[in-house]
């Protein structure tokens, strides 16, 4: 049963700490922006503007694909060893802009700053997408969602620089 469980664990491990790495980025710019999420409630809002719970469950969902896709293109290390490093550059890119863009948006309250910034992380996912593609096409299909997510939150962005 050791072994059984030890082969377990090196089979999934990758998508395991790839999960984990994804939703900790996401958790940690939740925390740092909780105390000033109420501002969504306050300020005036576009239409087809979401309920607020809506977000943390969309969010862990994109955070769980994103970890599971770059388990998918980690894996392919050794076939594809520089396509697989520019990849996964890229990935830990967007996750950074995406960790940063809460905060801007929440706790400055930078609606236009966030907005541009938004635009520099969607033409991010997009370039992390047709890498990935080049890789593992199902790899890069699990990001669409995420693309089609932040499309929708640039809407959401700009509107509301525009309405505040």
């Known amino acids: 049963m050791f072994i059984f469980g030890g082969l377990m664990w090196q ?6 700490l790839s999960v984990l790495v994804a939703l900790a980025v996401g958790g940690l ?5 909780s ?12 239409p087809l503007s979401p309920p607020s719970i ?3 469950i969309v969010w862990t969902i994109l955070y769980i694909l994103m970890g599971i896709s770059s388990a998918m293109i980690f894996l392919q290390k050794e076939k594809y060893p520089k396509e697989v490093s520019e990849a996964l550059f ?3 890119t967007q996750l950074f802009f ?15 700053l966030s907005f541009v910034w938004l635009i520099c992380l969607w033409m991010l996912i997009l370039t992390m997408i047709i890498r990935f593609y080049k ?6 299909y699990l990001q669409i969602p ?9 809407y959401l962005n700009l509107m509301i620089y525009l309405l505040n």
């Open 11 to 16: 089979k999934y491990k990758p998508y395991i």
């Open 29 to 33: 710019s939740a925390l740092l922006t």
């Open 35 to 46: 105390g000033n999420m109420n501002l969504y409630e306050k300020i005036n809002r576009p």
């Open 54 to 56: 809506l977000f943390p």
């Open 90 to 92: 890229t990935y830990t």
């Open 98 to 112: 995406n960790f940063f863009w809460s905060i801007l948006f929440f706790n400055f309250e930078a609606y236009l």
């Open 135 to 140: 890789i593992s096409p199902p790899a890069a």
């Open 146 to 154: 995420y693309l089609i997510w932040v499309t929708f939150a640039g």
